[in-house]
T-cell receptor, first 111, second 112 residues
Framework: GESVGLHLPTLSVQEGDNSIINCAYS??????FIWYKQESGKGPQFIID?????DKRQGQRVTVLLNKTVKHLSLQIAATQPGDSAVYFC??????????FGTGTSLTVIP | NAGVTQTPKFQVLKTGQSMTLQCAQD?????MYWYRQDPGMGLRLIYY???????DKGEVPNGYNVSRLNKREFSLRLESAAPSQTSVYFC???????????FGPGTRLTVT
């Protein structure tokens, strides 16, 4: 099966600092990557996505970077807020129907 | 607009019992998915339906069956529950084009 892994299972940051969450993927054929946020007791919620023909994509306070050479994906959250505390998952697909999720990184924002 | 809804929210089964998890979406999406999430792990795809009338196996289909009843509804059935199926089950849907999936709130299933 596919292997989508995260480098760090937990991350703690001070409120107002920037957060960086990393993800490694194994399938070089994957052409689409997504970051999801999952709050306790809820389903995952879409944050941002990026196609393999891009290196960087920005959203509101979030930026996703894709390095295809080393098969690495990162999510940067600017000015992290307490409401950002959650588990963050990356996911990849190369079929558009089969999605493979990483194990997740738990982000804790310290007020 | 309720999005993706799942019933029940919680369920406890004994080994060997059967049950059906229900999922419905009101966003007119073509594709629907069933995932399971185990502690400390990401989501794993059980089955998906790319369109009404079609279903396909995902990464972990053994022990499950699905039915795409119509465009709105996609159910997951456990014919003979096993403790290894204790998990949180998420249903999701997706519109054509972007690969963003919309997830339901999940069903927490315990098999004793």
């Amino acid at each position: 099966g596919e292997s989508v892994g995260l480098h760090l299972p937990t991350l703690s940051v001070q409120e107002g600092d920037n957060s960086i969450i990393n993800c490694a993927y194994s399938n070089s054929a994957s052409d689409y990557f997504i970051w999801y946020k999952q709050e306790s007791g809820k389903g995952p919620q879409f944050i941002i996505d990026i196609r393999s023909n891009m290196d960087k994509r920005q959203g509101q306070r979030v930026t996703v970077l894709l390095n295809k050479t080393v098969k690495h994906l990162s999510l940067q959250i600017a000015a992290t807020q307490p409401g950002d505390s959650a588990v963050y998952f990356c996911a990849e697909t190369y079929t558009g129907n089969q999605f493979y999720f990483g194990t997740g990184t738990s982000l804790t924002v310290i007020p | 607009n309720a999005g993706v809804t799942q019933t029940p929210k919680f369920q406890v089964l004994k080994t060997g019992q059967s049950m059906t998890l229900q999922c419905a979406q009101d966003m007119n999406h073509n594709s629907m998915y069933w995932y399971r999430q185990d502690p400390g792990m990401g989501l794993r795809l059980i089955y998906y339906s790319a369109s009404e009338g079609t279903t396909d196996k995902g990464e972990v289909p053994n022990g499950y069956n699905v039915s795409r009843l119509n465009k709105r509804e996609f159910s997951l059935r456990l014919e003979s529950a096993a403790p290894s199926q204790t998990s949180v089950y998420f249903c999701a849907s997706r519109k054509p084009g972007p690969y963003e999936q919309y997830f339901g709130p999940g069903t927490r299933l315990t098999v004793t």
